[in-house]
């Protein structure tokens, strides 16, 4: 999977042979494959000559990765045949380019790749020459594109070159860039530029004095942390992205960049150690300290700094507060470090989510050679292990890296599945090391839930449904039996009922209610098994149950619409007639009753039914003020045991227009009431329904600024400034809804509902306001800097997202 | 293909299109140097190995993960018009697309890895199976059991099914 060099290529085809691919298959049939790779192998892999530098590449990227291969030997010999070849430009560029990638992709290796470059120059001066010059250029374009990250590692091999620096070296660079924030901070620092700036510099301090100790004086380092301490804002919106609120919150919320801040002062105290880094130009240094030393070429700072908001980044952990500290503590500065590596690997490595994986498992071969505990050590284990060594766990340390994403708030920089994948890679890569930290992890979110964020609750409940499906459904239900005598709408409770919830989603009833011990059958009621809901005019004790009957078998038929009307018409006079309120009501839902059980076979049964009848459910949206509300409850009723169908398809009506984003939003917080509140269906139609609402606004905020002739520009600030009311509204209602449960002005939970449910509900009115608060105050200070922006340089440039029409939806009509 | 060349990563990347397309369009090989390449903008993906009994509604609730969808179309037997193990999956953007192709393509759907790969585009006719007995062509003369996909494959399965498109 991974281009690390010939060695390990045998090792991935062996794993291959034994994975998924081939169980199952005859055996003359892997025999014949077998046979075809052997000769294949034979053929290709043998060649009398190897390009020197495919040679390179393969070592190169190979640094570091074997623990069996001692780092100093391929640094020596890289190093050797680098000076050897470096008369040919295709080595001399295809090394550069290499390595500046690897830079940028495989941060773990930096310290590795910097001492091969200082040990090439120690033979060969010209090299450390053309690298410190392509690799200025290269950060003077990441500091003009303002790509924060490319930058800081950038700067990070640079400050790891700094043996070979003369003069300054990058201390004039640190101290330019300390001075952009302190201009950036005294603006106010709304961007959250200033922040990540005071970031990169801080993290790269300890880089630099790893790697030339005295090269940049101690009191240098300690007045710029000094200086950068005089700069800190706090972002007005940071309150509301910590991941836990309330007084049983595990640790207090806090800001990654002041814990780095704060770790590097502790380590001015102390002498600043770094102890974790590794330093494998140790064995060189007689060597290096004789080589050429090249001066440090001008940086310019950038005139436009663009780019949107960047949010402060909080600690989040799943292993604090453990009987043995697996992961070093949050003050520290291993801690710093290593979240920052690890998460910057996990962050460049998207694109392949295996390699990822591979990484975090070797994590403990990228930095110093004690500084974890021995891999897969059990928990229990630890004081015995450890001997007063380290008691960092690897895998925890990894675990706890891509729980920090998926619990990011606002939004983790990939999409959530994508951390996921990466858990279940990490998982299948080491299932024995791996899955007790992972039990561990759940244990300790799970044992949180009562302060945990409403938003990363559903995250969650998500990612624990999508990883067991992933795994046979296997987890230790057992251990929660206790907590099903709970409240329904107890935190606890209400995740373990969410979760089954969406684990039937992802497969069905049965085979769910079969990993579950018998004591949860209740969760999964046999109406559940059903292939299709009950039509409820099948049943006599309901109004009008001949004309249900009738009004289905005439949209079934396709009859003409006239005949429909008239049959509908009919209904409302007779509803009219018996005095019943809202007379016309009755025939809407029943309507819509007709179209969901038309459609109840499938998606694409129901999208082509609503299709070919979007006329009419339309006109019966418009009916009245309350009718597009009335059409979402019909809907969630059909589908009530399984309220995830439901959801989507009311966000299928949203597309096609048929109901507005305000009459989703009206249901489930007005009608569906507080009992809603703990239910992960409620908050995903919420959720859904918000962020499309606000996704169309900010669409049309970038139009603004798009290269358009002048009316349609007109035409694009009109309809943003409609889509702005909207949403203004929008939250309003969810806002003065949710609030008048908070305080208690409207009794949330019907009849006899018990006080301490009360209080729950309450509670869980209080979460749901905060999270959608927060969606809506970020949006609000989005578009007032986007109006700066506009004032002063131009607007900015926005991801131009396509935007999502009803009308494409049409799906193909099925036999 | 263009979009390859931006620059050579250190690891490979899990959104190239598969060595199926790259086959298929061999084919015609000299024009198709000049032209461009059609999965550049591709936002529909073909999704393969899942099992008969896979619900629309699964593969919504896991694809989803990667983009609202725009369009859901399965696979069916071209005689039964019953599901025979495919699907093409369409989003609304070309990102979502390759997200999908990274973040759910080699993971589990109802317990089977499912394999995901770019797609030009869903046209009609396109979601019949192409086997002879009106399957996907892979379980004609597969000669393991998958319980998943109808058991052995359905040429082996004894003369019974065998000529049963003459009925």
Redesign the interface.
């Given at each position: 999977m991974v281009d690390r060099g010939g060695r390990y290529e045998r090792d991935n085809r062996e794993r291959d042979r034994g994975g998924f691919r081939d169980q199952g298959r005859p055996q003359h049939f892997k025999k014949r494959r077998y046979q075809d790779d052997d000769e294949r192998e034979y053929r290709h892999q043998r060649p009398r000559y190897e390009d020197p530098m495919v040679r390179l590449r393969k070592d190169v990227l190979a640094i570091a990765e074997s623990p069996l291969i001692k780092v100093e030997d391929s640094i020596r010999s890289i190093a050797k045949s680098l000076s050897a070849h470096w008369d040919h430009e295709a080595i001399r560029k295809g090394f550069v380019t290499l390595i500046k990638t690897l830079v940028v992709e495989q941060p773990f290796k930096i310290p590795f790749v910097a001492a091969i470059v200082l040990c090439a120059n120690a033979q060969k001066h010209e090299i450390g020459k053309l690298v410190l010059d392509e690799f200025a250029a290269q950060l003077q374009e990441y500091l003009d594109k303002c790509e924060w990250r490319n930058f800081k590692l950038t700067l990070r091999f640079m400050g790891s070159i700094s043996c070979m620096l003369d003069g300054e070296g990058v201390a004039t660079l640190l101290n330019d860039l300390a001075n952009l924030t302190g201009d950036l901070a005294a603006e106010g620092g709304s961007s959250g530029l200033s922040e990540e700036l005071s970031f990169v510099i801080l993290i790269t301090i300890p880089y630099i004095l790893t790697a030339a100790p005295g090269g940049i004086t101690e009191e240098f380092l300690t007045t710029l942390i000094e200086r950068l301490e005089g700069m800190q804002v706090t972002s007005a919106v940071e309150p509301l992205l910590s991941p836990y609120a309330g007084p049983n919150a595990p640790y207090p919320p806090m800001n990654n960049t002041s814990l780095l801040l704060k770790a590097l002062k502790d380590e001015a105290a102390s002498g600043f150690k770094f102890e974790i880094l590794a330093r494998p130009w140790e064995p060189f240094l007689a060597e290096l300290e004789a080589a050429t030393k090249h001066f440090f070429p001008t940086i310019s700072m950038p005139t436009a700094l663009e780019g949107g908001t960047i949010f402060p980044k909080i600690y989040f952990s799943v292993f604090q507060g453990a009987v043995h500290e697996t992961v070093p503590p949050p003050t520290s500065i291993t801690s710093s470090i290593l979240r920052d590596s690890i998460g910057d690997t996990i962050g460049l490595l998207d694109f392949n989510r295996i390699a990822c994986a591979r990484f975090l498992i070797d994590v403990d071969c990228y930095f110093s050679p004690n500084a974890f505990l021995k891999r897969a050590t059990p928990f229990d284990k630890i004081p015995e292990v450890a001997e007063g060594k380290s008691t960092w766990k690897p895998e925890d340390v990894c675990v706890d890296a891509i729980f920090t994403n998926i619990f990011q708030l606002p939004q983790p920089e990939h999409k959530l599945v994508y951390y996921h994948a990466t858990l279940t890679e990490v998982c299948k890569l080491a299932p024995q090391a791996v899955a007790p930290s992972l039990g561990r992890a759940i244990r300790y979110l799970y044992r949180n839930l009562e302060s945990m964020d409403v938003e990363l609750r559903y995250r969650f409940i998500d990612w624990f449904a999508h990883h067991l499906s992933n795994f046979g459904y296997t987890w230790k239900w057992t251990e929660w039996i206790p907590d099903l005598e709970l409240s329904k709408v107890h935190p606890r409770r209400s995740f373990i009922q969410e979760a089954v919830e969406k684990e039937i989603r992802l497969s069905f009833a049965n085979r769910i209610k079969s990993t579950l011990p018998e004591q949860y059958c209740d969760l999964v009621p046999e109406d559940k098994e059903k292939e299709l809901p009950d039509f409820k005019f099948e049943s006599d004790d309901i109004a009008f149950p001949e004309e249900g009957k009738q009004l289905l078998n005439l949209i079934r038929q396709k009859a003409p619409n006239e005949e429909v009307d008239t049959l509908m018409n009919a209904i409302t006079d007779a509803a009219n007639n018996k005095g019943l309120p809202d007379p016309s009501k009755y025939a809407r839902d029943m309507y819509m009753t007709c179209i969901c059980h038309i459609g109840a076979k499938s998606l694409s049964h129901v999208l082509s039914c609503i299709e070919r009848c979007k006329d009419k459910l339309t006109q019966l949206g418009q009916e009245s003020s309350q009718a597009q509300r009335q059409i979402v409850g019909t809907v969630m009723r059909y589908w009530a045991e399984q309220p995830g169908i439901g959801a989507n398809v009311i966000d299928k009506l949203l597309n096609y227009s048929i109901l507005t984003p305000l009459s989703v939003i009206e249901w489930v917080i007005l009608d569906a009431g507080g009992e809603a509140l703990p239910r992960g269906h409620a908050w995903e139609m919420v959720n859904t329904t918000t962020r499309k609402v606000v996704l169309r606004t900010r669409n049309l905020a970038s139009a603004r600024g798009e290269d358009l002739p002048e009316e349609q520009i007109a035409i694009a600030e009109q309809q943003h400034e409609v889509a702005k009311a909207e949403q203004a509204e929008l939250f309003k209602v969810v806002m003065e809804g949710l609030g008048r449960y908070e305080d208690g002005g409207v009794v949330v939970g019907k009849e006899g509902t018990s006080g301490e449910d009360v209080e729950l509900l309450k509670w869980w009115a209080a979460s749901w306001l905060r999270a959608l608060k927060r969606q809506r105050d970020i949006e609000e200070a989005e578009e007032a800097m986007r109006v700066n922006a506009g004032a002063g340089a131009g607007a900015m440039e926005e991801d131009g997202e396509e935007e999502k029409g009803g009308d494409e939806n049409a799906m193909e009509e099925e036999a | 293909m263009s979009h390859h060349q931006q620059?050579?990563?250190?690891?490979?990347?899990?959104?190239r299109p598969s060595t199926y397309y790259e086959k298929s369009s061999k084919r015609n090989r000299d024009d198709a140097a000049n032209k461009e390449d059609p999965l550049k903008d591709a936002t529909t993906l073909y999704v393969g190995n899942l099992s008969f009994y896979t619900?629309?509604?699964?593969i919504?609730?896991?694809f989803s993960?990667?983009?609202?969808i725009?369009?859901?179309?399965?696979g069916l037997d071209r005689f039964a018009?019953t599901p025979c193990g495919f699907c093409f999956v369409e989003y609304?953007?070309h990102e979502d697309a390759l997200?999908c192709m990274?973040?759910?393509g080699?993971?589990?759907?109802?317990?089977r890895?499912v394999r995901t790969d770019l797609d030009p585009g869903f046209k009609?006719g396109r979601?019949y199976g192409r086997g002879k007995s009106g399957g996907q062509v892979r379980d004609e003369y597969r000669?393991?059991?998958?319980a998943g996909r109808g058991g052995y494959g359905r040429s082996l399965q004894g003369g019974k099914e065998m000529g049963s498109e003459y009925d």
């Amino acid at each position: 999977m991974v281009d690390r060099g010939g060695r390990y290529e045998r090792d991935n085809r062996e794993r291959d042979r034994g994975g998924f691919r081939d169980q199952g298959r005859p055996q003359h049939f892997k025999k014949r494959r077998y046979q075809d790779d052997d000769e294949r192998e034979y053929r290709h892999q043998r060649p009398r000559y190897e390009d020197p530098m495919v040679r390179l590449r393969k070592d190169v990227l190979a640094i570091a990765e074997s623990p069996l291969i001692k780092v100093e030997d391929s640094i020596r010999s890289i190093a050797k045949s680098l000076s050897a070849h470096w008369d040919h430009e295709a080595i001399r560029k295809g090394f550069v380019t290499l390595i500046k990638t690897l830079v940028v992709e495989q941060p773990f290796k930096i310290p590795f790749v910097a001492a091969i470059v200082l040990c090439a120059n120690a033979q060969k001066h010209e090299i450390g020459k053309l690298v410190l010059d392509e690799f200025a250029a290269q950060l003077q374009e990441y500091l003009d594109k303002c790509e924060w990250r490319n930058f800081k590692l950038t700067l990070r091999f640079m400050g790891s070159i700094s043996c070979m620096l003369d003069g300054e070296g990058v201390a004039t660079l640190l101290n330019d860039l300390a001075n952009l924030t302190g201009d950036l901070a005294a603006e106010g620092g709304s961007s959250g530029l200033s922040e990540e700036l005071s970031f990169v510099i801080l993290i790269t301090i300890p880089y630099i004095l790893t790697a030339a100790p005295g090269g940049i004086t101690e009191e240098f380092l300690t007045t710029l942390i000094e200086r950068l301490e005089g700069m800190q804002v706090t972002s007005a919106v940071e309150p509301l992205l910590s991941p836990y609120a309330g007084p049983n919150a595990p640790y207090p919320p806090m800001n990654n960049t002041s814990l780095l801040l704060k770790a590097l002062k502790d380590e001015a105290a102390s002498g600043f150690k770094f102890e974790i880094l590794a330093r494998p130009w140790e064995p060189f240094l007689a060597e290096l300290e004789a080589a050429t030393k090249h001066f440090f070429p001008t940086i310019s700072m950038p005139t436009a700094l663009e780019g949107g908001t960047i949010f402060p980044k909080i600690y989040f952990s799943v292993f604090q507060g453990a009987v043995h500290e697996t992961v070093p503590p949050p003050t520290s500065i291993t801690s710093s470090i290593l979240r920052d590596s690890i998460g910057d690997t996990i962050g460049l490595l998207d694109f392949n989510r295996i390699a990822c994986a591979r990484f975090l498992i070797d994590v403990d071969c990228y930095f110093s050679p004690n500084a974890f505990l021995k891999r897969a050590t059990p928990f229990d284990k630890i004081p015995e292990v450890a001997e007063g060594k380290s008691t960092w766990k690897p895998e925890d340390v990894c675990v706890d890296a891509i729980f920090t994403n998926i619990f990011q708030l606002p939004q983790p920089e990939h999409k959530l599945v994508y951390y996921h994948a990466t858990l279940t890679e990490v998982c299948k890569l080491a299932p024995q090391a791996v899955a007790p930290s992972l039990g561990r992890a759940i244990r300790y979110l799970y044992r949180n839930l009562e302060s945990m964020d409403v938003e990363l609750r559903y995250r969650f409940i998500d990612w624990f449904a999508h990883h067991l499906s992933n795994f046979g459904y296997t987890w230790k239900w057992t251990e929660w039996i206790p907590d099903l005598e709970l409240s329904k709408v107890h935190p606890r409770r209400s995740f373990i009922q969410e979760a089954v919830e969406k684990e039937i989603r992802l497969s069905f009833a049965n085979r769910i209610k079969s990993t579950l011990p018998e004591q949860y059958c209740d969760l999964v009621p046999e109406d559940k098994e059903k292939e299709l809901p009950d039509f409820k005019f099948e049943s006599d004790d309901i109004a009008f149950p001949e004309e249900g009957k009738q009004l289905l078998n005439l949209i079934r038929q396709k009859a003409p619409n006239e005949e429909v009307d008239t049959l509908m018409n009919a209904i409302t006079d007779a509803a009219n007639n018996k005095g019943l309120p809202d007379p016309s009501k009755y025939a809407r839902d029943m309507y819509m009753t007709c179209i969901c059980h038309i459609g109840a076979k499938s998606l694409s049964h129901v999208l082509s039914c609503i299709e070919r009848c979007k006329d009419k459910l339309t006109q019966l949206g418009q009916e009245s003020s309350q009718a597009q509300r009335q059409i979402v409850g019909t809907v969630m009723r059909y589908w009530a045991e399984q309220p995830g169908i439901g959801a989507n398809v009311i966000d299928k009506l949203l597309n096609y227009s048929i109901l507005t984003p305000l009459s989703v939003i009206e249901w489930v917080i007005l009608d569906a009431g507080g009992e809603a509140l703990p239910r992960g269906h409620a908050w995903e139609m919420v959720n859904t329904t918000t962020r499309k609402v606000v996704l169309r606004t900010r669409n049309l905020a970038s139009a603004r600024g798009e290269d358009l002739p002048e009316e349609q520009i007109a035409i694009a600030e009109q309809q943003h400034e409609v889509a702005k009311a909207e949403q203004a509204e929008l939250f309003k209602v969810v806002m003065e809804g949710l609030g008048r449960y908070e305080d208690g002005g409207v009794v949330v939970g019907k009849e006899g509902t018990s006080g301490e449910d009360v209080e729950l509900l309450k509670w869980w009115a209080a979460s749901w306001l905060r999270a959608l608060k927060r969606q809506r105050d970020i949006e609000e200070a989005e578009e007032a800097m986007r109006v700066n922006a506009g004032a002063g340089a131009g607007a900015m440039e926005e991801d131009g997202e396509e935007e999502k029409g009803g009308d494409e939806n049409a799906m193909e009509e099925e036999a | 293909m263009s979009h390859h060349q931006q620059h050579q990563s250190t690891v490979e990347r899990l959104d190239r299109p598969s060595t199926y397309y790259e086959k298929s369009s061999k084919r015609n090989r000299d024009d198709a140097a000049n032209k461009e390449d059609p999965l550049k903008d591709a936002t529909t993906l073909y999704v393969g190995n899942l099992s008969f009994y896979t619900t629309e509604e699964q593969i919504h609730e896991l694809f989803s993960k990667c983009g609202e969808i725009k369009r859901l179309v399965m696979g069916l037997d071209r005689f039964a018009k019953t599901p025979c193990g495919f699907c093409f999956v369409e989003y609304y953007t070309h990102e979502d697309a390759l997200d999908c192709m990274k973040y759910i393509g080699g993971t589990k759907l109802d317990e089977r890895i499912v394999r995901t790969d770019l797609d030009p585009g869903f046209k009609e006719g396109r979601q019949y199976g192409r086997g002879k007995s009106g399957g996907q062509v892979r379980d004609e003369y597969r000669e393991d059991y998958d319980a998943g996909r109808g058991g052995y494959g359905r040429s082996l399965q004894g003369g019974k099914e065998m000529g049963s498109e003459y009925d």
